[in-house]
């Protein structure tokens, strides 16, 4: 049946149409049972082949995970620098936080898919605050890599130089097929060479899929380059059959907030924006050395959001526009930025002139950090706050390669307008393009090596609107 009744008082409701196992504390994470009152059901349905994919995968994870007897078997073979595999042993990949949250958030994502697709465990660094962000996702078990693991003290040293990168193994011709080490430490970033790319083709997977332990430090969303593997893609069609959910379903999977970061999310959405007729989030990203405010970003968000009628244009500031009818609409204009300036300017726009379609525009920004602080428990709180908070608007403005604004737009299932970035201090025209789909940007698309043939014959893989070197899936 679609309930499942679990002692508290409450018979459950399938989650998230069946997307989250159900047998948690309630108390241990209130936004998994307490997102649906601020989140409208999303139209996207998971396949029913992914959620038993996730059903099955939560039965290794508990089989494997931190405290069984698997784990320790699998740890002691680190030790050992061949593996004599009998294919019956847990595998793992261990995911280390590197950049910024929406970069972490990605690259998450991203190996919890490689996860999926290879039957491998994901085990999370959990020496930075992830602890802080998210809850545990899967049931009765922990996907944060135990503080006394092995090679807990070499995390940090794993870099493209180090022996085991595998780009470097196989820049040094260290690898043959018949010796498997017990780990190896896999680099993929923006700027990752092309050995460390070899990842990505379909015979070097063949090899990795037999060694025990991956290390992975990301900062990109590489799951476009996963479907461009032949043997996953046949997988993956299967398991999102509509291509540009992959981000979506996945990360509300995975991403549920701790409670002190869902005090912050309801107490907002409560106070700002649950009595809007309509919800407009506007994400403003500036990036470079000296970042702030800049008259040519408030011109462009303006041109962008009353262009594309997100926003009203002011009326004089005598007109009756605002008394035009009695219960005017009211539109909440939720904006995020390191920068408080963009939201008291826009706030002022419309206290000091009405608005000429009438509505009334409520405008709230949740913090004005100044500077990225990642690792400071309280400002990457109030980042994944403000994340999740875009993600629950009806309309989105985002600022171009934000890793930010896409994880927003991915949680939310929203194709947001994304504005260009300015060069010389110049409003962009357009300044802002419309997504073609609500899934992340790839923002280095591979053009050499094994992929780069595949993209063109991939025709749900396009350039991304903001960024023309990254690719996405559509
Ligand atoms: P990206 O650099 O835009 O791709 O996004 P990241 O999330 O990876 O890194 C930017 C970091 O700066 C965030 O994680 C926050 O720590 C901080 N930051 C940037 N924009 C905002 C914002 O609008 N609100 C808050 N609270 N923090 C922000």
Redesign the pocket.
């Known amino acids: 049946s679609d309930l499942t009744f679990t002692g508290s008082k409450k018979p459950r409701e399938k989650l998230l149409g069946g997307l989250l196992a159900t047998d948690f504390d309630e108390e241990s994470c209130l936004s998994r049972y307490h997102q649906p009152s601020l989140r409208k059901p999303s139209p996207y349905k998971p396949s029913e082949s992914l959620v038993s994919k996730l059903r099955s995968y939560e039965i290794l994870h508990k089989h494997c995970g931190p405290g069984t007897k698997a784990y320790k078997r699998a740890t002691e073979q680190l030790g050992h620098n061949d593996v004599r595999s009998s294919g019956d042993e847990c595998r793992y990949v261990v995911w280390m936080p590197m950049?910024?949250?929406?970069?972490?958030m990605l690259s998450l994502v991203s190996v919890f898919l490689y996860a999926l697709l290879t039957e491998r465990v994901i085990l999370v660094d959990q020496r930075k605050d992830i602890t802080d962000l998210f809850c545990e996702p899967f049931p009765e078990t922990s996907w944060l890599l135990p503080l006394d693991f092995p090679l807990t003290n070499q995390l940090d040293s794993f870099d493209r130089k180090h022996p085991r990168c595998y780009g470097t193994m196989l820049k040094n011709h260290a690898t043959n097929s018949t010796t498997i080490p017990a780990h190896l430490y896999l680099d993929i970033f923006h700027d990752s060479r092309d050995h460390d790319k070899m990842f990505f083709c379909e015979g070097d997977q063949a090899f990795l899929g037999k060694v025990p332990w991956l290390v992975v430090k990301s900062n990109l969303y590489f799951v476009p380059s996963l479907w461009m593997i032949p043997s996953f893609q046949t997988k993956l069609i299967q398991l999102f059959p509509q291509k540009d959910t992959v981000f979506h379903h996945l990360a509300r999977y995975l991403f549920q907030p701790t409670n002190q970061v869902w005090g912050m999310i309801s107490r907002s959405y409560n106070a700002y924006l649950s009595r809007a007729d309509e919800r407009l989030g506007i994400?403003?990203?500036v990036y470079g050395k000296h970042a702030g405010y800049f008259q040519h970003v408030m011109d462009q968000i303006l041109s962008c959001t009353q262009g594309e009628k997100l926003l009203p244009i002011l009326a004089a500031p005598e007109s009756q526009a605002s008394n035009a009818s009695t219960s005017p609409k009211l539109k909440a204009v939720l904006v995020?930025?390191?920068y408080p300036e963009y939201s008291d300017k826009l706030k002022n726009m419309f206290f000091e002139r009405p608005s000429s379609t009438g509505e009334i525009i409520e405008v709230y920004q949740?913090?004005g950090?100044r500077v990225?602080?990642?690792d400071k428990k309280l400002?990457?709180q109030?980042?994944l706050a403000?994340i999740y908070l875009l993600s629950l608007t009806d309309k989105l403005v985002t600022?171009t390669?934000?890793?930010?604004?896409y994880v927003a737009q991915g949680l939310g299932g929203l194709k947001p307008w994304i504005l260009y970035e300015p060069r010389n201090r110049i409003v962009p025209n357009p300044p802002c393009v419309r997504a073609m789909s609500m899934d992340p940007c790839l923002l280095r698309a591979p053009l050499h090596g094994c992929q780069s043939k595949i993209i063109k014959n991939t025709p749900f893989v396009r350039y991304c609107e903001d960024w023309t070197t990254g690719l996405k899936l559509v």
């Open positions: 950049f910024g949250l929406g970069n972490r994400q403003v990203r995020t930025s390191l949740p913090s950090e990225q602080q990642t400002h990457d109030k980042a403000e600022s390669r934000s890793t930010f604004g």
